[in-house]
């Protein structure tokens, strides 16, 4: 099915897409306050910041709101979707352990131990997961929060919806500016 035809029909940019690439941190699930260290948490008691984010997979961080009742829909509809994150998958296993049927939505998710290079430094997570759906540049849709992923995604031709995060609000402007749509949250890609 093709997306345009079960979301919102002003986002006209939907129009030609086949599939979706979803960034996970701070775009289907709230955890780039415990990246960023925005919680004035005492950390010690980890020997490093993998450590501690692994340790916050596996109990407290949860998805955006309305990030499940998207995914929800856009499954029920058919849509094709995939995960393109800089999280290796090992650091968020407890997030995955805790709710196992989180990977179920999507065909494949991709980390940047798949393609040896962060999203700051290249698109080729994008590009792999865009390859692993089988379609073109043209015809998928990057869902990403932070600004240089959406630098990176953009410099490489990729159409992308940027949603709100706290943790990148200081660059709101920049991420309007590279992104075919910005969204609070999900709910704006809803149909009228």
Same mark, same amino acid.
């Given at each position: ?14 129009? =030609?897409?086949?599939? %979706?690439? %979803? ?10 306050? @415990? ?6 948490? /005492? #950390? ?12 916050? @997979? ?13 995914? /929800?829909?856009?499954?029920?509809? +058919? ?13 968020? #296993? +407890?997030? %995955?352990?805790?709710?196992? /049927?989180? /990977? ?8 940047c131990t798949h393609v ?29 929060? =932070? ?9 490489a031709g990729y ?8 943790? =990148?609000?200081?660059? #709101? ?10 969204? =609070? ?8």
């Open positions: 099915m093709n997306p345009y035809e079960i979301l919102n029909q002003n986002k006209e940019y939907i129009k =030609n897409k086949k599939a %979706f690439i %979803f960034d996970m941190d701070g775009t289907l699930v709230d955890s780039m306050q @415990y990246w960023w260290s925005l919680t004035g948490e /005492d #950390k010690s008691q980890y020997a490093s910041h993998g450590e501690y984010m692994a340790a916050k @997979y596996s109990t407290v961080i949860d998805f955006k709101p309305t990030a499940i009742d998207f995914l /929800d829909y856009l499954k029920e509809n +058919g849509i094709r979707m995939c995960i393109a994150t800089d999280t290796p998958s090992t650091m968020s #296993k +407890g997030f %995955f352990d805790r709710f196992p /049927d989180f /990977d179920n939505y999507f065909e494949f998710m991709v980390d040896g290079t962060s999203k700051r430094h290249s698109p080729a997570i994008y590009d792999l997961a865009t390859e692993k759906l089988g379609c073109t540049k043209e015809e998928v849709l990057v869902f990403e929060d =932070n600004y240089y992923a959406l630098v990176t995604a953009a410099k159409d992308i919806v940027g949603i709100f995060d706290e943790a =990148n609000a200081e660059n #709101k402007e920049k991420i309007q500016e590279l992104c075919v749509d910005y969204i =609070n949250d999900y709910t704006e890609m809803m149909p009228e």
